[in-house]
């Protein structure tokens, strides 16, 4: 049974930094990547920063620069630096494993303008 909970979102204003945690409970967490996704108001679910268990990032371009992607065998973490409002939506975590994704329940982060 694979379990994760994010915590750290919040509102900030426009300029202001969040810090997402995402722990994960369950089997071969540590070897398997990681990420986050997000689902902004009225919009689809989409990928803002993966990491695998080397350590490899990726991230969408809207965020290049200023969200950085960070692991450690359990833990996923997102640093949201320079945030804008348009970054505003339901922040949700995965795992994946050998190629089933299992997601937390998703914490809100607003950004006021």
């Known amino acids: 049974q694979v379990h994760l909970v994010e915590s750290g979102g919040g509102l900030v204003q426009a300029g202001g930094s969040l810090r997402l945690s995402c722990a994960a409970s369950g089997t071969m967490i540590s070897v398997n990547p990681m990420g986050w996704y997000r689902q902004p108001p009225g919009k689809e679910r989409e990928l803002v920063a993966t990491v695998s268990n080397r350590g490899f990032m990726r991230y969408a371009d809207s965020v290049k620069g200023r969200f950085t992607i960070s692991r450690d065998e359990r833990t996923v973490y997102l640093q949201m630096d320079s945030l804008k409002p348009e970054d505003t939506a339901v922040y949700y975590c995965?795992?994946?494993?050998?190629?089933?994704?299992?997601w937390g329940q998703g914490t809100q982060v607003t950004v006021s303008s």
């Open positions: 995965n795992v994946n494993i050998l190629g089933r994704l299992y």
